[in-house]
């Protein structure tokens, strides 16, 4: 079972939520959540990573504005709560706390120095902005809100990425699907998959908009593209 450890940057510290595989020294993988913060499904997403081989560790990204925070139930009010911390969510620092992770979960005890990023939503926008700015082994974004609005990046990404783009996407018009896809189109190191027929938030296990196929295949596609890049 998964358990807490506490991660020291330089204005505080932060919990994050660790599951570690059977062996004795395995990959890492940050995990960065949606807007209901490290959740039972983040936990979860967590837990897929240890049974294939990954040390996975989340960071609470909240930890700033309501440390510890955890929505599962999907009630309005949940919703209105998780978009007003997204809203207000320094995303420039948060970058920057999530290459702090990077830089702890590479020293960290089994790790072997090899470290990926995944996130949903808001985790995938802040994979896609990480790597960006400081890069990481390997990268996947689900999803990721608001990435139209940083496009002017992609050409700063060179390590490999994947992005998985639901197109009925509530959050992520086609508009912005059409950037997503044109602004990495002639970068070789980032490859976009589109899912036809899917919402927003396909892989979260106990969403409204879970789709077992679609969530089978992107997250068999994460779990290859990992084991490839952080071997």
């Given at each position: 079972?998964?358990?807490?450890?506490?991660?020291?940057?330089?204005?505080?510290?932060?919990?994050?939520?660790?599951?570690?595989?059977?062996?004795?020294?395995?990959?890492?993988?940050?995990?960065?959540?949606?807007?209901?913060?490290?959740?039972?499904?983040?936990?979860?997403?967590?837990?897929?990573?240890?049974?294939?081989?990954?040390?996975?560790?989340?960071?609470?990204?909240?930890?700033?504005?309501?440390?510890?925070l955890a929505l599962s139930h999907w009630t309005e009010?949940?919703?209105?709560?998780?978009?007003?911390?997204?809203?207000?969510?320094?995303?420039?620092?948060?970058?920057?706390?999530?290459a702090d992770v990077i830089h702890f979960a590479r020293?960290?005890?089994?790790?072997?120095?090899?470290?990926?990023?995944?996130?949903?939503?808001?985790?995938?926008?802040?994979?896609?902005?990480?790597?960006?700015?400081?890069?990481?082994?390997?990268?996947?974004?689900?999803?990721?809100?608001?990435?139209?609005?940083?496009?002017?990046?992609?050409?700063?990404?060179?390590?490999?990425?994947?992005?998985?783009?639901?197109?009925?996407?509530?959050?992520?018009?086609?508009?912005?699907?059409?950037?997503?896809?044109?602004?990495?189109?002639?970068?070789?190191?980032?490859?976009?998959?589109?899912?036809?027929g899917c919402h927003h938030a396909f892989a979260r296990?106990?969403?409204?908009?879970?789709?077992?196929?679609?969530?089978?295949?992107?997250?068999?596609?994460?779990?290859?593209?990992?084991?490839?890049?952080?071997?």
């Amino acid at each position: 079972m998964g358990d807490y450890l506490t991660i020291a940057v330089a204005d505080g510290s932060f919990q994050a939520f660790v599951e570690r595989p059977a062996a004795d020294t395995a990959p890492m993988v940050i995990v960065l959540h949606e807007v209901f913060g490290v959740n039972d499904d983040i936990r979860a997403s967590c837990r897929e990573l240890a049974d294939r081989g990954f040390i996975a560790l989340a960071p609470d990204l909240f930890w700033r504005q309501e440390p510890g925070l955890a929505l599962s139930h999907w009630t309005e009010a949940e919703w209105q709560k998780g978009l007003a911390l997204y809203q207000a969510y320094d995303r420039d620092r948060g970058a920057q706390d999530i290459a702090d992770v990077i830089h702890f979960a590479r020293a960290l005890d089994g790790a072997s120095g090899k470290v990926g990023v995944m996130g949903y939503c808001l985790g995938g926008l802040m994979t896609f902005l990480t790597t960006a700015r400081h890069g990481a082994d390997a990268s996947v974004a689900y999803y990721p809100g608001s990435a139209e609005d940083y496009l002017a990046e992609s050409d700063k990404v060179e390590t490999p990425m994947i992005v998985h783009l639901a197109e009925q996407d509530e959050f992520i018009t086609p508009a912005a699907q059409t950037a997503i896809h044109g602004a990495f189109a002639d970068n070789p190191q980032v490859e976009v998959f589109a899912y036809p027929g899917c919402h927003h938030a396909f892989a979260r296990h106990t969403g409204v908009h879970f789709d077992a196929d679609a969530a089978a295949l992107a997250n068999g596609r994460t779990w290859s593209f990992l084991r490839e890049r952080l071997a």
